[in-house]
């Protein structure tokens, strides 16, 4: 319990960053693995049934309020954010995984499924990309981008002018984000050089002649330019398409109605350009910089190149099944997970192989459903849902995730999940982590580690049946 308790002190991020987001997550997930233990609560709630079964015991009013108004109490005044420091940051990442020599760092995009492919190499994973949940005054509407664009612009210009390395990528989205935004607004920004927390983990920690794997995810938006280095995004990536949040449909306007909105669409900023997607995409300016730092001090860059976030997914998932074999291991289970809600740890320790889903949408559970459709049949098969309060247009019904579990032979499953709450069931961080280490008894040793050549060899042998290059 008391090192449990050291951990969560350690893993909380500075105070200009959200804990519940993808970026910070991820990489809390993936220290946690490489210190040997496991991600329960997400790294941030307790690992309690009892806990789930009082949360979810509220009516819904009462828990989307404690969501919310805890969320926010992350949330950065305006005014203050002249003072963020993107190196702290850095630091922070850095600080979450054992100081030591890897033959390998990872760094760029972020990527559920590249942090399960780190945890099986045993390497880090230098994330570019991070949020900064800042306070949105009372009168910004959730449904008026022009508004919330125009009111972000003098915030905006005291965190770049403190932060000339960073690019701000102000993300909002009505339909996914939808409670959060009464709240917050979201400020995803980009490293456009390395700094020098991150130069230093690097000269520290990875081999001489060894490699930098850069994750390089080419997902764009339509964005608008307000200003240098700070750009607009409406909508994210998920149930609607680019072109739908700015056209609109009858669903969207189905949505909103019930959603008691004043509007039936959205009036958007018109974009003048397209750039790197604000959650997952990479801006290449950072790459120039790693190949600058590479060649100054006798590294080796290489590129996982792909276009769609789960492009990943199929290619890691059938990765770890390989690794399994040459292992004399039989990949048996395989668990989907979804968006931050992950277990490198337990998914490891069993043997299973993960499918990382980027979020609870319909087309997220097709990209499961396609893989599955096409693969040798696993015996069994589970699903992590994840749970956000919205009954979001393109969520994934559960009759979708159903349609997906029955392609296992054996077992198709939730794991810590109560279908009758979806996807209102914020009970599930509270049990996943526990639920998965009881419902899959086999154990393995989380040694050998995958090495790049092997990486590399199941790239080659393979590389005509993925969306996913590896380039130097």
């Known amino acids: 319990m008391l090192s449990s308790l050291l951990r969560h002190f350690h893993n909380r991020t500075p105070w200009f960053t959200a804990n519940f987001d993808s970026c910070s997550a991820l990489a809390k997930a993936l220290g946690n693995y490489l210190h040997g233990h496991a991600f329960a609560g997400v790294g941030e709630t307790p690992n ?29 005044s305006p005014d203050k954010l002249g003072e963020v420091n993107a190196e702290e940051f850095s630091e922070w990442v850095t600080g979450l995984y054992p100081a030591k020599k890897y033959p390998v760092i990872l760094i760029g995009s972020s990527n559920g499924a590249a942090v399960h492919m780190a945890a099986a190499m045993g390497i880090p994973w230098l994330p570019q990309t991070f949020m900064i949940p800042v306070e949105a005054p009372d009168h910004l509407s959730v449904d008026d981008p022009i508004e919330r664009m125009e009111w972000a612009v003098e915030p905006a210009r005291q965190l770049l002018s403190a932060n000339p390395d960073l690019q701000l990528h102000h993300m909002m989205d009505p339909n996914q984000d939808r409670p959060m935004l009464n709240a917050i607004s979201y400020f995803r920004v980009k490293r456009l050089q390395l700094g020098a927390a991150y130069e230093e983990f690097i000269t520290n920690n990875l081999e001489k002649g060894s490699t930098l794997l850069l994750l390089d995810c080419r997902k764009s938006w339509p964005i608008t330019k307000v200003d240098t280095r700070h750009y607009f995004q409406f909508g994210g990536l998920g149930g609607i398409t680019p072109e739908g949040y700015h056209q609109g449909s009858e669903e969207i306007s189905e949505f909103l109605r019930r959603n008691e909105s004043d509007v039936e669409k959205w009036t958007a900023p018109k974009p003048d350009g397209t750039g790197p997607e604000s959650e997952w995409g ?67 320790r069993t043997g299973s192989v993960p499918f990382w889903l980027a979020f609870n949408s319909k087309s997220s559970v097709n990209r499961l459903k396609e893989y599955l459709r096409k693969t040798a049949p696993y015996e069994n098969v589970y699903i992590l849902p994840f749970s956000n309060g919205v009954k979001a247009v393109g969520l994934a019904t559960l009759e979708d995730m159903k349609s997906a579990l029955s392609y296992a032979r054996n077992t198709g499953d939730f794991i810590g999940f ?55």
Do not use: C
């Not at 789930?52 to 109490?73: D, R, T």
């Not at 080796?300 to 199929?314: A, G, N, T």
């Open 48 to 76: 309690s049934e009892l806990l789930a079964e009082v949360i979810n015991l509220m009516p819904w009013e009462l828990q989307k309020s404690v969501y919310v108004k805890g969320s926010s109490k992350e949330a950065v």
């Open 282 to 348: 990479f801006e290449p300016t950072l790459g120039e910089d790693i190949t600058r730092f590479a060649q100054e001090n006798g590294y080796q860059v290489q590129r996982i190149v792909y276009e769609e976030p789960e492009d990943l997914s199929p290619f890691v998932a059938d990765l770890y099944h390989w690794w399994y074999e040459q292992r004399s291991m039989a990949a048996k289970t395989l668990i989907a997970d979804m968006f931050f809600l992950l277990e490198p740890y337990w998914t490891i």
């Open 418 to 472: 109560d279908p009758s709450l979806y996807p209102f069931d914020f009970g599930i961080y509270a049990r996943y982590q526990k639920e998965m280490e009881e419902r899959l008894p086999l154990r393995y040793d989380m040694e050998p580690s995958l090495t790049l050549v092997q990486l590399l060899a199941f790239a080659d042998q393979t590389k005509s049946e993925y969306q996913v290059k590896i380039v130097s």
